[in-house]
Every structure is written in structure tokens, then in C-alpha cells.
């Protein structure tokens, strides 16, 4: 069974920077795709950024493409996201996704193709 557990949500002042981790387990195919996304109160969950086993290349939206940076450590089972100059509109409930098989490497980021979410963790940016 898939499990993604997250950890490293904190309040953090704008301008400061965060690292969100996320202990990936249970895939069984071949190939798999992990990422982050977020969702703040009252607003659709936004996709940030993923990276597939099957090229390892990571993608990330345009919101966050230039300050967050994805990376895996595959020796820990770990993905981690660092967030970097964080701004008033970054505060959330970041969730660390999963989707098995992926054939593909990631393009883009939609709600409907992560089979497996973490519980969330909550990033707060004071001003």
C-alpha cells in the first residue's frame, strides 16, 4: 500500500525559505510519478511541481518555478521540496502526491491523476 507522510510545515516570515519532506513507500510498479501540491482556504488545490521515475526530470508550474525546487533521495525514500523567498500568497496545506504507473514524465499537474495523497502540512508566511 502506498504511504506519503509529510513534515516541515511552519510559520516562516515572507522572504524566508522552508523545506517540506515527504516519506514516499509501498510503490510497486516499475514506474511512478511523486509531487506537491497546495491548497489555501476557499481555493481549488494548485499543483506545484512532480517529477516521474521515468525520466526524473523535475517539472514545476509557472507559480513557483523560479523558488521551489524539487529533488528526490531515493536512498531514504524521501522527496523534499524547497521553498525559497516565500510570499504572502504561498500560505497552504501542502500535500506530497503519488500515481503508479507513470510512463511518462511529468508535464503538467492535475488533480485527477494522483491516486494517493498525504495528509498535509501546513505553511504559514507571516509579513
Known amino acids: 500500500q502506498v504511504q506519503l507522510v509529510e513534515s516541515g510545515g511552519a510559520m516562516v516570515q515572507a522572504g524566508g525559505s522552508l523545506r517540506l519532506s515527504c516519506v514516499v513507500s509501498g510503490f510497486t510498479r516499475e514506474t511512478y510519478a511523486v509531487g506537491w501540491f497546495r491548497q489555501a482556504p476557499g481555493k481549488e488545490r494548485e499543483g506545484l511541481s512532480c517529477i516521474s521515475t521515468a525520466d526524473n526530470k523535475a517539472f514545476y508550474e509557472d507559480s513557483v518555478k523560479d523558488r521551489f525546487t524539487l529533488f528526490r533521495d531515493d536512498r531514504n525514500h524521501a522527496l523534499y521540496l524547497q521553498m525559497n523567498n516565500l510570499k504572502p500568497e504561498d500560505p497552504a496545506v501542502y500535500y506530497c502526491?503519488?500515481?503508479?504507473?507513470?510512463?511518462?514524465?511529468?508535464?503538467?499537474?492535475?488533480?485527477?491523476?494522483?491516486?494517493?495523497w498525504g495528509q498535509g502540512t501546513q505553511v504559514t508566511v507571516s509579513s
Open positions: 502526491v503519488g500515481t503508479e504507473p507513470a510512463n511518462y514524465g511529468c508535464a503538467g499537474m492535475y488533480v485527477h491523476e494522483y491516486d494517493y
